[in-house]
């Protein structure tokens, strides 16, 4: 008696998890998602908000202030005194442009203030001056939002990830 050729239930099974296991490793690192693109735009923001605090340290005299690009796809850090020129950082003008150079993995970023002011300060010893800053991140088209708000003490800043 011969018996019949083919793939048991088993075999079957174990190819549909190997592909479905692939299939997610592939999407993970893929990362174009708005999150990953959210969470990038806030680290780029969290360092060159660390150079601004030190700079302010450095130079309580003159403030340093965190601008958005009036379009909302990028930002600068710059002197309160010459607010349109960006600081010199280690390696050039402290610029971005989401979606651009260093911030590429950005794209299709936008910032929003969630108040009437047009910079964040940072002040003599490093921290938010009034009022306390606070803006959105957001990706077009995605309903995901992260708001970043400024510690008026020590110039750090807290990011909540939401839904819109």
Known sequence: ??????????????????????????????????????????????????????????????????????????????????PDSPLEGPNGPVSVRFGEGRASAAEGVRIRWRCSIRDARCGPFGGGMDPVPSFDLAVEGAPERATITFDPLDGDHAVVYRPL
């Not at 692939?22 to 893929?30: F, H, P, Q, R, V």
């Open 1 to 82: 008696m011969t018996r019949a050729r083919g793939f048991t239930l088993i075999e079957m099974l174990v190819v549909a998890v190997m592909i479905a296991v692939i299939a997610g490793l592939a999407l993970d690192l893929a990362g174009t998602g708005a999150y990953e693109r959210m969470d990038a735009a806030a680290r780029y923001i969290d360092a060159d908000l660390a150079l601004a605090r030190g700079r302010a340290l450095a130079t309580p005299a003159d403030p340093v202030v965190f601008r958005p690009a009036t379009d909302g796809r990028g930002y600068w850090i710059a002197r309160a005194s010459t």
